[in-house]
């Protein structure tokens, strides 16, 4: 149990593009979804929280307009990264729980490149 | 201070010995302790979860919890190299909407 997809696994885009990353979970009613990003060798760094139904709380640092965050149901996130440059290049995790002080469960993950 | 600490690493240890991973958290009012594995380009995968001071065992993982020490370990007995990954731990406090803070991981060798 306890099974969140994430899609795409790879985007290879030009810069300029508008990129969305979808998560869902499969098996599970996901309260909260989180989104992560990773840089090579790095930790994880919180982006957003999102809860389904309301506006997505942002890490301080992170542009809510520039990375789009929509949770409309229980099963699905979605991050859209707008106008991706270079720089935004990396690694993007979405996680889900299904209630406080449960467990995250991991998506696989998007790697994104801008070129 | 950070609020979740683990030392870098990296550990190394020998094929079918223990390792031995160590964090410590902040927040007194914790409440939830998780340990998550991730491997190098995959994202991270819950091992194990403990609320309650002691030990919990599941298979070769082992957490132990120390509440008044603001402790938690995760040792792994009989190491495999397939066990050479990034162990990040995670601990609940309940104040905020993001409740689940993250260290920044410890990173384990197991050499063969």
């Known amino acids: 149990g306890a099974v969140v997809s994430q899609h795409p696994s790879r985007v290879i885009c030009k810069s300029g593009t508008s990129v969305k990353i979808e998560c869902r979970s499969l098996?599970?009613?996901?309260?909260?979804m989180f989104w992560y990003r990773q840089f090579p060798k790095q930790s994880l760094m919180l982006m957003a929280t999102s809860n389904e139904g309301s506006k997505a709380t942002y890490e301080q640092g992170v542009e809510k307009d520039k990375f789009l965050i929509n949770h409309a149901s229980l099963t699905l996130s979605t991050l859209t990264v707008t106008s991706a440059h270079p720089e935004d290049s990396s690694f993007y995790i979405c996680?889900?729980?299904?209630?406080?002080?449960?467990?995250?469960?991991f998506g696989d993950g998007t790697r994104l490149s801008i070129l | 201070q950070k609020e979740v600490e683990q030392n870098s690493g990296p550990l190394s240890v020998p094929e079918g010995a223990i390792a031995s991973l160590n964090c410590t958290y902040s927040?007194?009012?914790?409440?939830?302790f998780f340990w998550y594995r991730q491997y190098s380009g995959k994202s991270p995968e819950l091992i194990m979860f403990i609320y309650s001071n002691g030990d919990k065992e599941d298979g070769r993982f082992t957490a132990q919890l120390n509440k008044a020490s603001q402790y938690v370990s995760l040792l792994i007995r009989d190491s495999q190299p397939s066990d050479s990954a990034t162990y990040l731990c995670?601990?609940?406090?309940?104040?905020?909407?993001?409740?689940?803070?993250f260290g920044a991981g410890t990173r384990l060798t197991v050499k063969p």
């Open positions: 927040d007194r009012g914790s409440q939830s």
């Open positions: 098996d599970f009613q996901a309260t909260t």
């Open positions: 996680s889900a729980r299904d209630g406080l002080g449960q467990p995250q469960h």
């Open positions: 995670a601990v609940n406090t309940p104040y905020n909407n993001n409740d689940m803070r």
